[in-house]
């Protein structure tokens, strides 16, 4: 092989090997970390509200996010909560439209309602 072609070659494998670890993350794995900072922030939330009361949460329907543009996502996500103090129990349905910017480094989202 002549030094052009190994030289070439060698530019191509790197382009390659740039181009698999520059992609950053999957939208479902971007899904599933914004999913877990909201409840995340809800939990801290919660505390402190009312003494004795406490606040499950559980996920009926996971955070599916549409890429709308190339750093912009959108999706719902649904969750169950339930809420105890003293002899008191209330579950209710809660759904978010959430909005996800994300640069490749760090996501910001906003969930209407939150």
Same mark, same amino acid.
């Given at each position: 092989m002549r030094k052009s072609q190994i030289l070439g070659s060698m530019v191509v /494998? %790197?382009? *390659? %090997? /740039?181009? /698999? !670890?520059? %992609?950053? +993350?999957t939208t479902e794995e971007l899904a599933k970390q914004v999913q877990d900072s909201i409840l995340e922030t809800m939990a801290d939330s919660f505390e402190g509200h009312l003494v004795g *009361?406490?606040?499950e949460l559980e996920v009926e329907e996971a955070l599916v996010l549409v890429k709308k543009s190339k750093t912009e996502y959108s999706g719902l996500l649904t969750l169950g909560s339930i809420y105890k103090w003293g002899g008191f129990t #209330?579950? #209710?349905? /809660?759904?978010? !439209?959430? #909005?996800? +910017?994300?640069?490749g480094k760090t996501f910001q989202w906003n969930a209407e309602g939150l």
């Open positions: /494998l %790197c382009m *390659a %090997c /740039l181009m /698999l !670890f520059s %992609c950053g +993350i *009361a406490t606040q #209330e579950r #209710e349905k /809660l759904r978010y !439209f959430v #909005e996800v +910017i994300y640069d």
